[in-house]
């Protein structure tokens, strides 16, 4: 895993929490993620900037390798702080 180079502007809430996932974890776990979402570095660099969005099953394999830590809609919403802002858990609602 080589350095990973922010933006000065968060492009959306997906980028934040991929960075944060990254950052977060080893390098081991956060490799191991990168390829079962089928990441190279160049992608995973373009994602972070914002100049590609995933597409729906790309989304869906981040969602899945992060462990749900992004979801498929973070994507596609603003994003909520800045870079190294704390990235709020996940809370589940229970189905009614």
Known sequence: MTK?????QVPNEGARRLAA????TTAARATRALGAA???AGRLDRLITG?????ADERFA???ATGHAVLVRDWSSQARGRWGDP???RTMRQAA
Do not use: K
């Not at 990973?4 to 000065?8: F, S, V």
């Not at 996932?21 to 977060?24: Q, R």
């Not at 100049?51 to 597409?55: D, F, K, Q, S």
């Open 51 to 55: 100049e590609l969005i995933p597409g």
């Open 21 to 24: 996932f990254l950052t977060g």
């Open 62 to 64: 981040i969602a899945c």
């Open 87 to 89: 990235v709020p858990a």
């Open 4 to 8: 990973l180079y922010l933006p000065a």
């Open 38 to 40: 089928g990441l190279d």
